[in-house]
């Protein structure tokens, strides 16, 4: 069984770039998350849907961020135009039945900007 | 603000020894508490979960929650160099996603 696959894993993009990261949860979990992991900071909730819908986007730190769910099946989350801070790996992940299940992880888009 | 505390490490214990990995939260309505590991350079995959008060064993993995002093713990038996990873806390009150503490990265010796 297939798990979260997210595309690319490894970015490098130069300062004032749009980035488009791409994510397909674990088919038939109605949950999923995006989240970024720094060292600083270490992993933060941007953002999360239930059922396609976005339920809190709250930890989206500015407007340069969108994310959409146009279905079931994939998800992008979006940075333009993309700045240096915003290095990090971002992860995203899916899980069933609500908040309270394991979360499962993707193996991460690792994001450097230039 | 819910937050979820953790030491960051590095936790060194020799091969063989009891690894005790701790974690602190803030939010007292918190119902669900979670281990997770973390190779460098891999995703977190979770190890344990708990929902009640006392210990829950799995293997070598024992997870300890004390809702009054808003403490969770894990325990590592016979830790193993294997075991050389980031260990992230995550709590999760009723209706919200998990909060993630920053991590205790531990170093099992050989």
């Known amino acids: 069984d297939a798990g979260v696959i997210q595309s690319p894993r490894h970015e490098v993009t130069e300062m004032g770039q749009e980035v488009t990261l791409r994510c397909k949860p674990i088919s038939g979990h109605d949950y999923l998350f995006w989240y970024r992991q720094t060292m600083m900071r270490g992993l933060e909730l941007l953002i999360y849907f239930n059922n396609n819908v976005p339920i809190d986007d709250s930890g989206m730190p500015e407007d340069r961020f969108s994310a959409k769910m146009p279905n079931a099946s994939f998800s992008t989350l979006k940075i333009q135009p993309s700045e240096p801070r915003d290095s990090a790996v971002y992860f995203c992940?899916?899980?069933?039945?609500?908040?309270?299940?394991?979360?499962?992880f993707g193996e991460g888009s690792w994001l450097t900007v230039v | 603000q819910k937050e979820v505390e953790q030491n960051s490490g590095p936790l060194s214990v020799p091969e063989g020894a009891i690894a005790s990995l701790n974690c602190t939260y803030s939010?007292?309505?918190?119902?669900?508490f979670f281990w997770y590991r973390q190779y460098s350079g891999k995703s977190p995959e979770l190890i344990m979960s708990?929902?009640?008060?006392g210990d829950k064993e799995d293997g070598r993995f024992t997870a300890q929650l004390n809702k009054a002093s808003q403490y969770v713990s894990l325990l590592i038996r016979d830790s193993q160099p294997s075991d050389s990873a980031t260990y992230l806390c995550?709590?999760?009150?009723?209706?919200?996603?998990?909060?993630f503490g920053k991590g205790t990265r531990l170093s099992v010796i050989a």
């Open positions: 992940a899916s899980s069933f039945y609500g908040l309270g299940n394991t979360i499962y």
């Open positions: 939010d007292r309505g918190s119902q669900s």
């Open positions: 995550a709590v999760k009150g009723g209706n919200t996603p998990l909060v």
């Open positions: 708990i929902y009640s008060n």
